[in-house]
């Protein structure tokens, strides 16, 4: 280990994707096989408990947010643990995918381009190891959903990817969507608008027909991945389980389902089957958002549950809707698909990063490396690009490529050193953005750009100091009290 480690002028910062080996087959991405190498690298705190599923469960995700995953292990009222905050750290993915942060974006950039389809089998699978049908199937009962908030106006699945082929088209998609339990075989299930599932539902309610739609909870990781990415990534002729697959590098191994004309990743630890009604519809909300406020109340559909199947010691997986495995999943996701849109238009970007505190999702920075006074001004353009590639975009820094894009003190040292707001600040007025944030007029927002990048010319006089490594390993560095160089520092201060 060496004291230099942060990133100076002299040394460029060499994580690059353009740099990153041939992404790896994976041959393992089930849920349960996520867990367990999360648990072997310390990234799963278990709880005892009991706690209750009515607030109590999310009031404890919620207070480790950010941080280990937690499995709560006796949950009020039922026999099922729930596990949360799967991914809702940078070093939990990276643990679940035994992979590091290009390892990971190598993977996910690969889901974009080179789909593979998934293979559908028989035989018995762990995901069906429990059937329950007809008048057994009570989903409050069976699974310990959880009431988020106090503020929440019910208890609400959240960690659902929902599959669906489309009735016209035929292609499959899975997406996240909230349910919110109405009844025994019920729930409320929330279709935004400009959602392929809710283009595939609006298509069977034209023509009066049910949509028949599985929910995986504790699914494939690969697929949890695949189903966050968004419209502009994955459009609606494209398949998330061949990007799952794509993923992996391998097809993903289904299994059909038992009443529904679909088909599930075999080891999924749950899974809801059942139809989207297309006449009836259902109160919903408020829920605790993404973005940290409640949301509207307003009619949705209903999601008739005719099946519910899950492995006989299953694990019921809880997304905080407030929380920060919302954000993440989306993190590695939308970065992979913004460089390499990015990088179509301004090839000198090198590295991108959707910071936590714009929730992985509004604010990116852009690593540039000019080579020559030539490459002057394509900051600016990969703003631009930044903003056309991923819409909900609300600002966007460059930097230079001595600056690690990921560490938020080089950031902040780059706008404050570098950064000269009457020529730098960019401003896009009226532009397009998410509807959520409230600040906006509808979504409608100025969007910001910031230059902290210098002019190639002036590279030598930024260039920042830098100091010789020292290997601590070799100098006896230890950190147990007292020291024979100086015999008054002793254990027992509190004393003198």
């Known amino acids: 280990m060496t004291t230099s480690d942060r990133p100076h002028s002299d040394r460029l ?10 992404p790896p087959v994976l ?8 867990l367990a190498r999360l648990d072997a690298a310390g990234r799963l705190t278990k709880v005892g408990g009991p706690l209750d599923p009515i607030d109590e469960v999310a009031g404890l995700l919620a207070a480790l947010d950010g941080d280990r995953a937690v499995l709560v292990e006796h949950v009020t009222g039922h026999s099922i643990p729930v596990v949360g905050n799967v991914l809702a750290s940078p070093a939990n993915c990276m643990a679940a995918f035994g992979l590091d942060r290009l390892g990971i974006r190598a993977v996910l950039t690969r889901a974009l381009g080179t789909p593979i389809d998934p293979v559908t089998t028989g035989g018995p699978a762990p ?14 009962a069976a699974l310990p959903v959880l009431r988020h908030t106090p503020g929440d106006s019910g208890r609400f699945i959240t960690a659902g990817v ?8 035929g292609v499959p998609n899975a997406s996240y ?15 935004d608008f400009g959602r392929h599932l809710r283009a595939a539902f609006e298509r069977a309610q034209a023509s009066g027909a049910r949509l028949p739609i599985a929910v995986c909870l504790g699914t494939d990781i690969s697929l949890m991945h695949a189903a966050a990415y968004m419209g502009s990534q994955m459009p609606e002729q494209a398949s998330e389980l061949a990007a799952a697959g794509a993923l992996r590098g391998a097809p993903l191994e289904l299994v059909p389902c038992v009443s529904q004309p679909l088909a599930v990743p075999r080891g999924t630890e749950i899974v809801l089957e059942g139809y989207i009604d297309p006449a ?9 958002e993404f973005v940290g406020y409640p949301s509207d109340v307003g009619p949705a559909p209903i999601f008739q549950v005719t099946a519910l199947t899950r492995r006989a010691d299953a694990v019921y997986h809880a997304i905080s809707g407030a929380g920060r495995e919302t954000v993440m999943l989306r993190k590695y996701v939308l970065e992979a698909s913004a460089l390499r849109a990015i990088r179509q238009s301004v090839p000198i970007v090198t590295d991108v990063d959707l910071t936590a505190g714009g929730l992985h999702r509004f604010h990116l920075v852009a690593q540039i490396a000019k080579r020559s006074s030539r490459d002057d001004g394509f900051e600016r353009n ?7 590639a991923l819409k909900d975009l609300d600002r966007v820094i460059v930097v230079d490529d001595d600056i690690d894009p990921s560490d938020p003190f080089e950031v902040e040292y780059a706008t404050a050193t570098r950064f000269e707001a009457s020529r730098d600040l960019v401003l896009i007025p009226g532009a397009r953005g998410h509807e959520y944030v409230r600040v906006s007029d509808g979504g409608r927002r100025t969007k910001l750009g910031v230059d902290a990048t210098v002019p190639f010319a002036d590279r030598e006089r930024f260039r920042r100091v830098s100091f010789a490594p020292v290997d601590l390993g070799s100098l006896n560095a230890r950190d147990t009290p007292g020291s024979p160089a100086a015999p008054w520092l002793t254990a027992d201060v509190a004393a003198s």
């Open 177 to 191: 969507h909230r349910l919110q339990l109405i009844g025994r075989d019920r729930t409320g299930i929330k279709l």
């Open 382 to 388: 990969a703003m631009l690009a930044a903003f056309a």
């Open 127 to 140: 995901a069906q190891q429990v059937v329950l049908t007809g008048d057994e199937i009570d989903v409050g």
């Open 27 to 34: 041959d393992d991405t089930d849920f349960r096989s996520a």
């Open 280 to 288: 009836d519809t259902v109160v919903e909300g408020p829920f605790g």
């Open 13 to 22: 910062h060499v994580d690059r994707p353009d740099a990153a080996a041939e």
């Open 162 to 169: 929902v599959l669906v082929t489309d009735p016209e088209t």
